[in-house]
């Protein structure tokens, strides 16, 4: 067990929909990244919010946003769902006062679009 | 860019036989090299590390040496189990930025 939670596990919708996934890092991590798992494009990394701020964009649709939270914990928005947005999505946190970026990761969401 | 190339799976071991699963990079500035595991079903757990030249990371019988001079960092273990049957990923970091993956190389033990 990381320490990084994310829900819900599973989410199936349909195209055109909006949904939103969760996570909460571990325990006084202040960055949080997201990456997209896709069989076609491997693991990519979307976002980083670092303490509440976006720190780094990827290869984010503009469909998609995130934001963190006073908490820190972090939500993953996909709206105008397309049948392509189907993926597992992770979530992962790194510890403050370290200098490689060791992250670690959630179990992910699966999201299935219909 | 940054990026990271892994040797193209899947590999399929019997057991206790010797693995090796390439990895080489590219990347701008002085990287951080990462091994990472995806069992089926799960998400990815942190194998191993390695964060300057010749370092040498390892956990659970895997090893792997950043190796400055060729900018590779090859996964080793001396004797695979079944437990061992994964997806593996090579990975890199520069600063406190962004890990960019390989592609992954799916490991099957058979007993």
Known sequence: DSGVTQTPKHLITATGQRVTL???PRSGDLSVYWYQQSLDQGLQFLIQYYNGEE???GNILERFSAQQFPDLHSELNLS???LGDSALY???SSPRRISYNE???GPGTRLTVL | GNSVTQMEGPVTLSEEAFLTINCTYTATGYPSL??????PGEGLQLLLKATKA??????KGFEATYRKETTSFHLEKGSVQVSDSAVYFCALSVGAQKLVFGQGTRLTINP
């Open chain 1, 90 to 92: 992770f979530c992962a």
């Open chain 1, 22 to 24: 969760r996570c909460s």
């Open chain 2, 34 to 39: 990462f091994w990472y595991v995806q069992y």
């Open chain 1, 80 to 82: 105008s769902l397309e």
């Open chain 1, 103 to 105: 992250q670690f990761f």
């Open chain 2, 54 to 59: 010749d370092d040498k990371g390892s956990n």
């Open chain 1, 55 to 57: 720190r780094a964009k």
